[in-house]
């Protein structure tokens, strides 16, 4: 029994530790991404300013770590092997449920996971000790914490109704006083703002949070309950003062300083109410032990974990610890800067292309509600009102700045959101950092305008995205971990080594050894900076061999596939066209941005015009490609009959021709190409009445040489574009021989 629980404790650790580097990874666009989008400050700075609320934020989440020994079940009603059971099905359940949505591309959370989790696990082990010592069912309540469950579910639930609305009407004041066109009225306000801001942030993050910190003493806690008033209206007066004078005297910009602020309190309420999805579980998995082995002799099956309730705090340098694995996943992983700058990308009000979310019936019905409640409201209010609030709600022209929303929303979105997820945390409730962030920011997106006809619906679907994806994890969660819950109970020691080893390889392989295309990862971070025909130029003559190559490629492994009948590498393929599509998309989508810029010479507009026709021919060769290679596998999934003979034969010979024309892409080289499936084409017009073909095998076969010709034909005329761009003659009028007119 004891190499069994010092072996299920090492690999709980280690799968805490995996835990806090991919949650990082994945969760620190949720503190960044403000910051980083308003260009408040170099990347460098705002990462420093971040790993140290991280570092100092993770000491004081002690209380938190409540949470997974006392928080859901009734610890003095169930024994040590049954805790350390129920510890592991959760651990095992979370890395596989993570790993599923994410595969799927569902949303989640890891708050919700872990307290859904340990909810489905106890009950399990509930049912089981109550079906074994025949007592009514009834008595699940003596087994289960829950108030407490209730009250964390409740506060999961409602926090992204309130985050929302705060989002909303804290923007919309704001907003209203300062107007978009803020450097007005900020030398005024600035000191007064800067001082609201800096004071809560420090009661939220320090007044409050601090009761939960471990080294706090209760003293230092009495004296400031006692004087709260007194320190929140010094640090106000003082606060604004302060700012005020350096505005007035020095031209001091407050706004970067209140957003990295912002930046540390979110990443220091991250810490603080985070930590616990990471490390809680293994942690109360160690104090369990350690209570058990203080007691010679004691039976594992007969001991009861009362003593779980006495341990209210986790030593200082354990989460220390934990922080420093968080800070250097934010300082070192590709994965998080990659996450961040993509999340910048996308959140940019002055880029195009493809929106987050799509549109779905119930987000088509509020908006057109909200349409005709719009049209009630304007015939009843007055509209020399509306005039004055659009008046102070009239968006200024996009500067050659780009940046993803300026700084009075950056600020909303960091001080508001740490304000919320600190208050949980001083509570002791834990709270989905990233449904609380993403609200807030919704939120505020709606006061400034953001949420016109043409994004309201898709906005409105990410809302609702988020909300089911919190019911879809917590059943899904919970009903995992009771089955495997039940598995471990049934099956034994050696089912629940298993599982924590496997779970462990699944976390280390999709996380750390998972093979990413560089290629892709630059093609979606980056972007066009400016919209001048030197730097179109630039991105083009890399771009369109890029694009090129990876469009034979796929094309030509989806022929051999295909030809294999390999089904597994197929569907990979048909994967990665679809994410290739969305790239593409997503950066011919820039077009829009640097028309808005305007400005420019002749040769810079015409340059524009070159990369819009460029980039809409690659789109349309991406969504072929996509849907080839969609029913190329759909084809093999449902057996159908392969091909055979001549059809075999040309189309081995195509995918090596196809791959072979990439490395001298010429018109010489193409026309060859083209003239054989011509000729292909044509046989095969007499093959099908010969051979009795059937009309499923035939659209296949005839669909890949359609698309071989539209990749020649398109990319042909894109050659021809990014010719005369680099020549800088004509105008790009003329299409290449046997190629489309351009879109």
């Not at 991250?270 to 293994?282: H, K, S, T």
């Not at 998995?285 to 007691?295: C, E, R």
């Not at 593409?584 to 524009?608: I, N, S």
Request: a neutral charge.
């Amino acid at each position: 029994m004891d190499t069994f629980i010092l072996l299920a404790l090492v690999l709980l650790g280690i799968l805490a530790v995996c835990d806090l580097f991919v949650g990082v990874s994945n969760d620190a666009v949720n503190f960044l991404n403000s910051a980083v989008g308003s260009k408040a400050a170099p990347f460098w700075v705002i990462l420093a300013v971040a790993c140290a609320g991280v570092l100092l934020g993770a000491t004081f989440s002690s209380g938190m770590m409540e949470v997974a020994k006392t928080g859901v079940l009734i610890p003095e009603n169930f024994t040590f092997k049954e805790v350390i059971i129920v510890f592991a099905a959760v651990m095992v359940t979370d890395v596989l449920l993570l790993n599923t949505f994410n595969s799927l591309g569902l949303p989640t959370s890891t708050t919700v996971s872990i307290i859904f989790e340990l909810l489905g696990g106890a009950i399990a082990m509930a049912c089981l000790k109550v079906w074994q010592s025949g007592a009514p069912f009834t008595d699940l309540g003596t087994y289960l914490n829950s108030g407490k469950a209730l009250a964390m579910i409740l506060a999961i639930l409602t926090s992204v109704l309130v985050a929302f609305i705060s989002g909303v009407v804290v923007q919309w004041v704001l907003r209203l006083v300062f107007t978009f066109r803020y450097e007005r009225i900020y030398r005024w306000l600035g000191g007064v703002f800067a001082g609201v801001a800096f004071t809560a942030i420090f009661y939220f993050l320090v007044m409050k949070g601090a009761k939960g910190a471990s080294f706090m003493r209760p003293e230092w806690i009495e004296w400031i309950d006692a004087n709260t008033e007194a320190i929140l209206i010094a640090s106000f007066l003082g606060c604004s003062l302060f700012f005020q004078a350096l505005i007035l005297f020095f031209r001091l910009n407050v706004f970067p300083y209140v957003i990295l602020a912002g930046t540390f309190a979110l990443a220091f309420a991250f810490a603080g109410n985070d930590l616990v999805n990471f490390i809680g579980v293994p942690m109360a998995a160690l104090d369990s032990w350690t209570i058990f082995s203080a007691v010679e002799g004691a039976n594992p099956d007969t001991f009861l974990m009362g003593g779980l309730r006495d341990v209210t705090h986790t030593p200082t340098y354990i989460l220390l610890a934990a922080g420093l694995v968080m800070v250097l996943t934010l300082c070192f992983s590709k994965k998080a800067h990659t996450v961040i700058r993509t999340s910048i990308n996308l959140s940019s009000s002055s880029r195009g292309g493809k929106e987050q979310f799509g549109s779905s019936l119930p987000a088509r019905m509020l908006v057109r509600g909200a349409l005709h409640a719009n049209d009630i409201i304007h015939q009843i209010i007055p509209k020399s009102i509306f005039r004055v609030l659009d008046k102070r709600f009239e968006q200024p022209k996009h500067s050659a700045r780009d940046i993803a929303f300026d700084e009075v929303r950056a600020s909303v979105n960091l001080v508001l959101a740490a304000a919320l997820i600190a208050s949980a945390t001083s509570l002791k409730l834990p709270l989905s950092t990233t449904y609380v962030t993403f609200m807030v920011a919704m939120g505020s997106s709606l006061a400034d305008g953001a949420w016109d006809r043409e994004s309201a619906v898709y906005r409105i679907s990410g809302v609702l995205t988020v909300i089911s994806g919190w019911f879809i994890t917590a059943f899904t969660a919970a009903t995992a971990c009771g089955i495997v819950t039940f598995l471990f109970v049934w099956l034994g020691e050696a089912a629940i080594i298993l599982g924590m080893v496997i779970s462990l390889v699944l976390i280390i392989k999709s996380n750390f050894f998972s093979k990413e295309d560089d290629d892709d990862v630059r093609l979606e971070v980056t972007h066009v900076e400016k919209g001048d025909r030197e730097s179109i130029r630039a991105l083009l003559s890399v771009n369109i061999q890029s694009n090129l190559d990876r469009t034979l490629d796929l094309f030509a492994s989806g022929l051999e596939a295909f030809l294999a009948q390999d089904h597994k590498t197929l569907a990979r393929l048909k994967g990665e066209g679809a994410m290739f599509f969305d790239l593409v998309m997503m950066r011919r989508g820039e077009y829009y941005r640097m028309a808005l810029t305007g400005g420019g010479t002749k040769a810079d507009r015409d340059a524009r015009n070159f990369y819009y026709r460029a980039y809409s021919s690659m789109k349309e060769v991406s969504h072929a490609l996509r849907d080839q290679l969609g029913i190329s596998e759909n084809y093999v999934a449902n057996s159908h009959s392969p091909f055979t003979g001549k059809m075999r034969d040309n189309i081995e010979k195509l995918a090596k021709d196809m791959r072979a024309v990439g490395d001298n892409f010429v018109p010489a080289n193409c026309a060859r190409i083209l003239g054989l499936i011509e000729e292909a084409q044509r046989e095969f017009m007499e093959q099908i009445a010969e051979e009795q073909i059937s009309l499923r095998k035939s659209e296949l076969y005839l669909g890949y040489l359609l698309f071989a010709r539209e990749v020649l034909n398109r990319y042909l005329m894109v050659k021809l574009l990014q010719s005369e761009l680099e020549n800088g003659t004509g105008t790009g009028t003329q299409p290449a021989p046997d190629a489309p007119k351009a879109a």
